[in-house]
C-alpha cells in the first residue's frame, strides 16, 4: 500500500488534486459520519497519512526515491523499509484533517500546545555519509522548568480546581463548518487540561514552566545522507511550558565535503588522470577511499580515457537501505602539449608502427 493509492491519485498528481482527494476521502470517512464503524476510522486514518507525506515536498521526494518517508535518521528509519503507515493514531488524523481545512477552532487550547521545533545545521565529512556516525551537538532550548517541573506553579502553594473546565481538563463542542458539524472535545485552554491552576506562580520561571538551557545532544547519523536531508529526534525541540509536548530537534545536514570525490546518488567517482604510457601498458594506482584509507587499482592495459573502474560496494552507505554503492575510478588520460625533440622522435616511431594505426573498418 502506497500513499498514492490510499488517494487514488496518480503519482505526477498535483498538490491541489491530491488534496482534493483527500478532502473526499477524509469527508466520506469521518469518524463522526461513521459512528463505529472502525474500517471507516482506519481509511479515516490512511488517507490523512496519505496526505501528510504527499503534501509534504520533501517527504514526498523521500517517498518517490526511497519507498519510505521517515526521516532518515528517526528511530524507527533505521532499521530499513517500514510501513509508512504505523504509529499514526487517530488524533493525529482528525488534528490534521482539522488543521489541512482550516477550521481548527478559535481558541489556543484547542489541542495539546507544543512546543516550537529547534533546528540545527551541521556539515558532515565524508566519512559520515559513507558509514553513518554520531555527532554530539550542542543545543540551546527551553526545558522543563527546574523548580516546578514544567507546571508553572509553585510547589508550596498547592493547586485548585480549574473553574473553566470544572476540573475535566476537557470542553467538548460542536463545530458547524463549511463541510458540516463535527463534535470536537478540545483542551481546556485555561488549565492546558491538567484540570487544575496553581494557587501562586513559581518563581523560577514566573509561571511559563520553562527555562533557557544548553545541552550536548548525541545524534547517530544514519549512512547515506544528502544535503537537505535532516533527522528529525522527536520531543527533543523547546517545551512549551505547562503541560504542553516539547517540539522537535531536526539536524539538517546543511553541507557535505566530499574531498576528491564527486557523488552520483550512492555511488562516488574518483577521477584518476594517468600517462599515455601507463594507459596503453596498464598500471597500478593507489586511490582513496571515504573512510579514509586507500587503496590499490590495476588499471588495465589498453585503458581508453573515460572508462570507469568499478570498485564494488566502497561508496556511500544507503538511507534505509542495506549495503553500499560503488566507488567509480573515472580515467583521464593526459596529453602533453609540449614535447621535446627526442620525445617527439620516439612518437614519430610510434605514429608509424602498426598497433598505433587506427583500423578502419
Ligand atoms: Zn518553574
Ligand atoms: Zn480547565
Known sequence: ????????????????????????????????????????????????????????????????????TDDPGSAQGMGGMHDIFSGFG??????????????????SGSRVVQG??????????????????????????????????????????????????????????????????????????????????????????RGKGFEKKKSTIAVDLPAGLSKGHYIRLRGQGHFPGQGGVPGDLRLLVNNIDYGPFIREEEN?????????????????????????????????SGTHAGTRIKQKHQGLGRINRRGRGDLLVEIDIHVPGKVKKSEKELLKKLEDSPSFKIKKK
Not at 459512528?35 to 501528510?52: N, T
Not at 553513518?132 to 485548585?160: F, L, P, Q, W, Y
Not at 588522470?273 to 590495476?298: C, N, R
Request: aromatic share 6%; proline share 5%.
Open 268 to 300: 562516488l567517482v574518483y577521477p584518476l588522470t594517468i600517462s599515455y604510457p601507463q594507459a596503453v601498458m596498464g598500471h597500478e594506482f593507489s586511490v582513496p577511499l571515504p573512510e579514509g584509507d586507500s587503496m590499490s587499482i590495476k588499471v588495465p
Open 90 to 107: 487517530l488524533d493525529d488524523a482528525m488534528r490534521a484533517f482539522m488543521e489541512n481545512f482550516g477550521f481548527s477552532s478559535g481558541g
Open 116 to 205: 516550537d521545533d529547534v533546528t540545527v545545521r551541521v556539515n558532515l565529512d565524508l566519512e559520515e555519509v559513507a558509514l553513518g556516525g554520531r555527532r554530539e551537538i550542542e543545543v540551546e532550548r527551553n526545558i522543563s522548568c527546574g523548580e516546578c517541573s514544567g507546571t508553572g506553579a509553585d510547589k508550596a502553594s498547592g493547586t485548585e480546581s480549574c473553574r473553566n473546565c470544572n476540573g475535566m481538563g476537557k470542553v467538548s463542542s460542536v463545530r458547524n463548518t463549511l463541510l458540516g458539524s463535527f463534535r470536537t472535545v478540545d483542551q481546556c485552554h485555561v488549565c492546558n487540561g491538567r484540570g487544575s491552576i496553581p494557587k501562586k506562580l513559581c518563581g523560577h520561571c
Open 1 to 68: 500500500m502506497n500513499p498514492y493509492e490510499v488517494l487514488g491519485v496518480d503519482r505526477s498528481a498535483s498538490a491541489e488534486e491530491i488534496k482534493k482527494a483527500y478532502r473526499t476521502a477524509a469527508m466520506k470517512n469521518h469518524p463522526d459520519r461513521n459512528p463505529g464503524d472502525h474500517k471507516a476510522e482506519e481509511r479515516f486514518k490512511k488517507v490523512a497519512r496519505a496526505y501528510e507525506v504527499l503534501s509534504d515536498p520533501s517527504r514526498r521526494d523521500a517517498y518517490d526515491r526511497y519507498g519510505t
